[in-house]
């Protein structure tokens, strides 16, 4: 699975792009960073709603904890700031990935639906499959990060499968 000269492109979809698909954009950046393997992939985030998107349109930056957390494991999410998928945003990327059924429920209503099927929930790839609770609501950052870090270690495993 990849896009153009051989990147595979991911785009990791939230509800509103400020915690958990912002937080698996730059952890997943840092495994592929890790591994040596930057030139190979294209990795992003999105939102499902225009709620963070702003009277400005310039998009909400990465919401204060979730930045923080990302800061206590070395990352930076730099300027990172809230967008909205689009219908385009299906042709574009080799793989879509929600956070739970929700996001992947309304990330086919904007794509038009799913006939790739490159739309996936994260934890799908892991061996204890389901959604990843919303931060914003449980305030439970440390678990979010757990379950993207295990999401996105089980991707990026079964990427380099192929």
């Not at 992947?104 to 790839?125: F, N, Q, S, T, V």
């Not at 609501?137 to 678990?143: I, V």
């Amino acid at each position: 699975m990849a896009g153009e000269k051989g990147k595979t492109r991911i785009l990791f979809v939230c509800w509103g792009n400020i915690c958990r698909s912002p937080m698996a954009e730059f952890i997943m950046k840092d495994m592929v960073k890790r591994a040596g393997l930057e030139e190979q992939f294209e990795i992003a985030s999105a939102a499902t709603s225009d709620e963070e998107i702003g009277w400005d349109g310039r998009g909400n930056p990465v919401y204060p904890p979730a930045r923080k957390m990302l800061a206590q494991h070395g990352l930076d999410c730099g300027d990172k700031r809230a967008r909205q998928m689009t219908r385009e945003d299906y042709g574009r990327w080799d793989l879509l990935i929600g956070m739970e059924e929700m996001n992947l429920r309304y990330m086919k209503r904007i794509a038009g639906g799913d006939p790739e099927r490159k739309i996936r929930r994260l934890l799908d790839w892991t061996k204890r499959p389901r959604d990843i609770a919303d931060p914003w609501y449980s305030g439970d950052f440390d678990a979010t990060w757990r379950d993207l870090t295990e999401g996105c270690a089980a991707l990026f495993d079964a990427l380099r499968e192929k």
